[in-house]
């Protein structure tokens, strides 16, 4: 196993009195696939935030490449090599989908290698490029979350953090969307993703983490857990 690019020791994190996360911890090895899964309000999305930094004082110990990163800012932790696609895409509707390609590479100086990913985003999703003009605003559900992902790309990170991107897409395009998943997870990029669709997660995962009410109620290899007593019956919904 190669060395952990992100390592989550005991992270807490409470909203008022209520503790959202209940101190978990888990790794990210370069290269590897992980998977958060787990029930609405487990802290999925929590968690991601914290590592994001986008989060009020979480506590615990958050390493990103050796480095601790909690309490640092996004935009340190962006340029370090961290990007995120939030949950509800959050592309900026009134650029076109040119622009926001631009926008991802907001920490980058390279004019040369940002018209090149560009172009690779574009062969990724020919879709994209077809509409490269139109405001992001007016694209469907599933073109806003390729869009996202590849804004996302366009900071050339270490990590890729996804948060729930098959929600709200047509079967079409949840197949597409893990395709691409998977893709990138070849290119070697270490993806955390988290996703209410288990059974897609797992069968890509190299390694998940269930979570349950904040804390980690189960973890192993993907493929492992897909045939797991409690994980068929508590989340693939099968008896």
Request: aromatic share 6%; glycine share 12%; charged share 20%.
């Amino acid at each position: 196993m190669s060395n952990p690019i992100l390592r989550v020791q005991d992270l807490q994190v409470h909203y008022g009195g209520i503790a959202a996360v209940k101190g978990i911890s888990f790794e990210v090895s370069e290269g590897q696939l992980v998977a958060l899964i787990g029930s609405n309000g487990a802290g999925k999305t929590t968690t991601l935030n914290a590592i994001a930094g986008t989060l009020n004082r979480p506590e615990g110990s958050i390493e990103f490449k050796g480095s601790p990163i909690l309490g640092k800012g996004a935009w340190d932790i962006v340029s370090s090599g961290l990007a995120m696609v939030p949950e509800g895409r959050g592309v900026f509707t009134r650029m076109s989908i040119f622009e926001n390609l631009q926008m991802g590479a907001y920490t980058r100086n390279d004019a040369q290698g940002i018209a090149q990913d560009i172009e690779e985003i574009f062969a990724t999703f020919p879709r994209l490029k077809e509409r490269k003009n139109q405001l992001a605003g007016t694209l469907s559900g599933g073109e806003q979350q390729m869009l996202a992902m590849g804004r996302a790309l366009m900071s050339r990170p270490k990590l890729l953090m996804l948060d729930e991107p098959s929600m709200g897409l047509s079967p079409i395009m949840v197949d597409k969307i893990f395709e691409v998943i998977a893709d990138i997870s070849q290119k070697g990029v270490s993806i955390l993703l988290v996703e209410q669709n288990a059974f897609r997660a797992l069968e890509i995962a190299d390694t998940a983490y269930i979570l349950e009410s904040g804390t980690i109620a189960l973890s192993g290899k993907g493929k492992d857990l897909m045939n797991d007593e409690r994980v068929l019956t508590s989340y693939l919904g099968q008896n």
